[in-house]
């Protein structure tokens, strides 16, 4: 079975240690101890975590300032609002950043359409991600 020491769970929730002991002190997430008596948090537990924490995070953004601006529904279910950061253009092409929280969203698309969504630093956007393929990787080895 899969377990997390509690600052593996920081990292892959993008939270400090301290708020990964608050939530276990508030009974919000369930701990246990490794055989060297260290704390941690069991894979399938920290799954549920991570997904109740994404449907209240989703909740509260849709009333908060930094929820989707278009308001428009779309299919695609992997839409991420954040601040452009920057746009490298050539003729043709252009390269688009988008930090979306503690994310890094990149986009090639023409250059013209950069200029028709007035794409710069600074300006809101919606990264909106539909694949057709998505790669799994896990790393190899006990935890």
Do not use: Y
């Amino acid at each position: 079975m899969t377990h997390f020491r509690f600052s593996e769970v920081a990292r892959l929730l993008g939270v400090s240690d301290d708020t990964v002991r608050r939530w276990v002190r508030a009974g919000q997430l369930e701990a246990g101890e490794d055989t060297a008596g260290r704390k941690v948090v069991d894979g399938a537990e920290l799954a549920a975590f991570a997904r109740r924490q994404a449907v209240k995070s989703s909740e509260e953004d849709r009333t908060a300032e930094s929820a989707d601006p278009t308001e428009i529904g779309r299919s695609a279910r992997n839409r991420f609002v954040g601040l452009v950061t920057d746009v490298v253009a050539d003729g043709v092409m252009a390269q688009v950043e988008v930090q979306c929280g503690p994310h890094r969203v990149v986009s090639l698309m023409s250059a013209e359409a950069v200029r028709e969504l007035g794409l710069k630093p600074g300006e809101l956007a919606v990264t909106v991600v539909k694949a057709t393929q998505v790669i799994v990787e896990t790393p190899r080895g006990d935890r």
